[in-house]
């Protein structure tokens, strides 16, 4: 299958300080990627580098087969791009926005746009900056479903948005992006909202890549097990896990390893536990298992 | 696209154009009424012999209302375009980036040339009907260098918009300003003629200064 | 285009900083340099100077005799006859004629010549005052003349409209008298605010010299011979008591002369080492002599000659410099050209490029390109660009300071990997 979206040893620096260094992945057509990461870990970096307003101090990313930091004009039309806070030219209507932007694509469709704006309750001559955050991210929602991009970037599609309209929102990608096979790099920093809606995700945390597969996959493979012990544990670092947490006796235990590999390292370490147990974990409980909390 | 740009352009400063608009043809107004009423105090005779001879200078006061002009635009143009970057919609459509960037200002040079044309021409042909042909001349030669001085303005006050990084906005704000200092010095009447070629040139190349700072703030580089 | 863009704003900071940075130089730096004001003694026939240096003043004379105020005074009588009558110092009779303060008065002249004169707009719009109205004051005509390639044309201010009869007849007159239109200069005095009417004078296409006034209301006009290879670079009129000229002619090979009034007579001023576009020259005269003084940046030259413009005496004094010799060295070094905006030495606004006086720029010029490297690579940039390096070492501080505030944008590396690796 094509990638639509390549980056190799990407690295980035603000100044002295390393964002992440030779990060590697692919988004193949068709996939809906989440990226999630803790704030600094370099998800607005990523972006700005694939929209090439940024430029990486290693590396290069391929959009299209192109290098991101010069797109073509043509590539650029199959981009659907959502900036952060949908941000949007707030001076012009819900119809005055419309018809500047389709003047630039040359298949752009005003029904889904319409449609989408018939939902929202403003009149024709309100100013988008007068509207809501809710009402505006709609209003950009609306503009990028007109466009038709083939694929969609999204900067943290949820902020600013109360549950209606991040539901809304995720509701409509998803059918959108599943109709028309498109492909969508996205990240927001509410973690249910991604679980609902991507099928592939890629977790960044230290610099590097902790987790980029299908969503089902991670969600099967990366467990978490609870159990209680009397036992207090200095060091949890040779346990067969990614994070431990222990708070006096009961003990979160987040790893790729099945199960019999951690009992083994349980006993060999003569650690008694009680009531082991595999808890079923949501994204946002494997997101923090992974990451930590701090 | 070019009509849509130019629409979404009216649309975000159209207020600040009206109002420029007016205050540029109320400027030529009250160059046409002073030198009317000159006439009526002094008799058109002795209008002539202070213009000649005695270094009157009746535009005055019109000297600093393109340079406002220019600049004001120019702010109203892009500061909405740098807050929250914005601009990136821009630089995200299917235009060359650069290809937009001289589009946006080729929009604020149409308005200026719109708002300065209608100004000069208020200006000229009504002082055509009581100045003799040498006057009109010297009174171009001294509204050439504002009109110049404020579209260099604009464009300066664009290219400086874009840059971000404080110290060198700063700088450049220096740089700018003095610049453009030399479309304002003071001289006597018809005495800017031969600086005005070089003045031109070096407005037409001022077109272009913004796309320097303006890929400096789309690749947020920040040094 | 954006490297287009990069190197058209450096080019821009370079020409500002080239019109402001050595001007701030000279605001921190320039030192008052003290000019002496030459006069000639009608008592000794030598120079006598006043000069103010380190808040005093000197008089002396160019024997090099020091004077007191009163002594110096005492030397120049036909100017300070009034001090001198005042303090019972005047003599009795000057030049073997007995003190006729009227007479003094009248004989003294004087006329301050400078390049904003000679290079200046011209109004291109003249009055031609009626010179023989009977009345004792001169009275504002009630219409402005131009001479183009149509001929003389007369305007109305009223109407703003050409008055086609006077228009016709003068130009008929002009042409008649050998005039080729159009008019290279129009010289005269345009103010009623002077002692009488001379008309203007008019040196036209071919540069033939013409004498035009108005008497009773018809057009007089005199083709003016004029010498062998002279080439009329400025006219300046003049209205002293003394009638003895009408003004004076500097030719374009830097002679000075005046036109005798009504034998059109052309006398040599003699005068060495003016050059009009650069230098200031005043020109006086009373009883006693004709003198000329020539002001330059760095001398001043001063030539006496009689009231038949034979030349006498001359007298030279070589100014300080403006600059220290030290901060005229940095100068030299700091600044490799200068871009200078404004009525310097012409009355019109020029912006022009001065170059350097002599080689020592390059000293600087290499020392900026050094730091501009050292800055370089310490702070460890990607790659040398040969143009910046050029600028810097073309343009010196200018180039380094433009380099420095405006840095390179584009990344050309990642520009240059292939793509053909990803298809």
Known sequence: ?294 | ?223 | MIKVSRYILILLTIFTLSAFLPDFFLTVFERHVPVPFVMYSSVSHHFVMRKAIDGKTLYYDSEGTQFNRSQYEQQLPLFHFRQLMTDGLMPDSILGKPVDVFEINNANFFSRITPSDIDAPQPGLYPLFESESGRVALEKPDDYFRINSKGIQFIDPASNGIKPGKSELFTKVLIDKGMTFPAKMIAGIPTIRKKYDQGYFIVDRKGHLFHLKMEKGLPYCVQIPLPEDFHILHIDCTDFSNREFYGYIITTDNRVFVLETDTYKMINWPVKNYNPKTDKLSLRGNLDSRLAIVDKPEDVYAYASNRQYSLQNEFHEKLKHNLSHGTRIVNQILFPFRIESGPTTSGFHRIMIQLPENILFIIGNLFFLLLYLVIFFTRKRKRLVIAELAIILLTGLYGFLGVLLLPAAKNNLTARLSKDSVK
């Not at chain 2, 109320?26 to 270094?55: R, V």
């Not at chain 2, 143009?77 to 601009?87: A, D, Y």
Request: with cysteine.
């Open chain 2, 1 to 223: 696209m070019l009509k849509a740009l130019f629409i979404k352009e009216w649309i975000k400063i159209r207020w600040i154009l009206i109002g420029f608009f007016a205050v540029s043809l109320f400027s030529a107004a009250k160059l046409l009424l002073d030198i009317h009423h000159q006439i009526e105090l002094m008799g058109a005779g002795n209008l002539w012999d202070i213009l000649l001879f005695n270094n009157f200078n009746p535009y005055r006061w019109m000297e600093y209302v393109p340079l406002v002009t220019g600049i004001s635009i120019a702010m109203a143009q892009f500061i909405p375009e740098v807050q929250h970057k914005r601009i990136k919609l821009s630089f995200h459509l299917p235009v060359n980036e650069n290809r937009m960037l001289m589009q946006l200002t080729l929009m604020g040079n149409l308005f200026l040339l719109t708002i300065f044309l209608s100004e000069l021409v208020i200006a000229l042909v009504g002082i055509t009907f009581v100045l003799p042909k040498k006057l009109i001349l010297d009174a171009l030669i001294t509204l050439a260098p504002w009109f110049l001085g404020g579209i260099t303005a604009y464009h300066l006050t664009t290219m400086v918009v874009f840059e971000f990084t404080a110290i060198r906005r700063l700088l450049l704000i220096l740089v700018a300003s003095a610049f453009i200092t030399l479309f304002y010095q003071s001289a006597t009447i018809g005495a800017y003629r031969p600086a005005l070629p070089l003045l031109a040139i070096l407005t037409i190349l001022t077109f272009f200064t913004h796309l320097y700072t303006a890929y400096r703030f789309r690749k947020g580089i920040n040094q």
């Open chain 1, 1 to 294: 299958m094509e990638n639509i979206i390549e980056c190799k040893n990407l690295t980035h620096h603000y100044g002295t300080k390393p964002v992440f260094e030779n990060l590697n992945f692919n988004v193949p057509a068709g996939s809906i990627l989440g990226l999630l990461g803790k704030n600094g870990t370099g998800k607005t970096t990523t972006i700005n580098i694939l929209n090439g307003f940024l430029q990486p101090t290693g590396g290069q990313c391929f959009i299209f087969g192109e290098d991101s930091q010069h797109l073509s004009p043509k590539s650029k039309a199959r981009i659907g791009y959502l900036l952060e806070g949908h941000i949007q030219y707030g001076f012009m209507t819900i119809v005055e926005i419309e018809r500047y932007y389709s003047a630039y694509y040359p298949g752009w469709k005003k029904e889904p746009y319409y449609e989408l704006m018939a939902k929202l309750d403003v009149a024709p001559n309100q100013k988008i900056s007068s509207m809501s955050t809710g009402q505006r991210s709609q209003v950009a929602l609306g503009l990028i479903l007109a466009q038709d991009p083939e694929l969609l970037i999204l900067d943290d599609f949820s902020m600013g948005l109360d549950p209606g309209y991040r539901r809304l929102f995720i509701d409509y990608l998803r059918e959108y992006a599943r109709a028309g096979n498109k492909t969508v790099f996205t990240t927001s920093h509410i973690i249910q909202d991604m679980e609902r809606l991507i099928d592939d995700v890629l977790i960044l945390d230290s610099k590097q890549v902790v987790a980029q597969q299908p969503l089902n996959d991670f969600m099967e493979h990366f467990r978490k097990f609870t159990f209680t012990t009397d036992q207090k544990v200095e060091d949890w670092s040779k346990a067969p896990a990614i994070n431990v947490e222990q708070l006096n006796q009961h003990v979160e235990l987040y790893t790729w390893n099945e199960e019999n590999e951690v009992k083994a390292f349980l006993n060999g370490n003569g650690i008694v536990a009680e009531n082991f147990s595999q808890e079923k974990i949501n994204l946002e409980d494997a997101f923090i298992g992974l990451t930590g909390k701090y």
